[in-house]
């Protein structure tokens, strides 16, 4: 990660009587990539507050195709919407990189909500920022070329890991970004001719963010919810 961070932003912005009120009833869990937090459709019984590592919303087609729809990392929480009401998941969450979080019964949290309005809003704010996220990335995936959508899913990515190297397959981006395998292959090349990044057995590492920044799309400074000020 780029910044100064200790644990969960949300959390961190709650007062001290209302963070003890919400710490007191979550359990520190830790996670590897790839581990499933809900699949579509099951019920989201637990609600998750990242400290570290990336957690991505992954809509599933029935083909079996994937597109991320959204990414969490310690500014944000997964299972959010089942904060206000309870509900199945939409889509798939899965660790895209290990980390940890604050896990919290989704029914706890629930009624944790409709006592203490600080938390409420704390909530209703991320999830108002991440909607126009959602918005603004209808626009990105319909008019954005490859290497500008690329470009800006890198600089999501650095701004929530500790360093500038992740490990990331270009298969792997390919089936976050909805793309097919050779055309993230040729945005990955553009990528590197610009020398924003390198790229060597699966690791890429942001060499030259600001050229990173050049090469995204509006959407990053846009409707990005990692730049929401709380
Ligand atoms: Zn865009």
């Not at 938390?119 to 991440?130: D, F, K, N, Q, T």
Request: proline share 4%; with cysteine.
């Amino acid at each position: 990660m780029n910044g100064i961070q200790a644990g969960n932003r949300l959390i961190a912005a709650l007062g001290p009587a209302d963070r003890a009120a919400l710490l007191a009833h979550t359990v520190p869990v830790e996670f590897p990539p790839g581990q499933i937090f809900h699949e579509p459709g099951d019920p989201i019984d637990h609600v998750y507050f990242i400290d570290q590592g990336i957690v991505s919303a992954v809509a599933v087609l029935h083909d079996g195709r994937t597109v991320e729809t959204v990414m969490v990392g310690f500014e944000g929480v997964a299972g959010g919407l089942a904060a206000a009401v309870p509900q199945p998941a939409f889509t798939r969450n899965v660790a895209q990189m290990a980390g940890a979080a604050r896990r919290i019964d989704a029914a706890r949290l629930r009624a944790l909500v409709a006592e203490r309005p600080a938390i409420r809003e704390v909530l209703s704010v991320y999830l108002a920022a991440l909607q126009a996220e959602l918005e603004q990335s209808a626009a990105c995936n319909a008019l954005h070329r490859a290497e500008q959508r690329l470009a800006k899913w890198l600089l999501r990515c650095h701004d929530r890991v500790d360093g500038a190297a992740f490990n990331l397959t270009q298969e792997y981006m390919a089936s976050m970004l909805g793309s097919q395998r050779t055309t993230m292959n040729e945005a990955a090349q553009n990528l590197l001719k610009l020398g924003a990044i390198t790229y060597s057995r699966g690791r890429i590492t942001v060499t030259d963010r600001a050229a990173l920044e050049r090469a995204a799309c509006e959407c990053y400074r846009a409707a990005d919810v990692f730049h929401l000020t709380l």
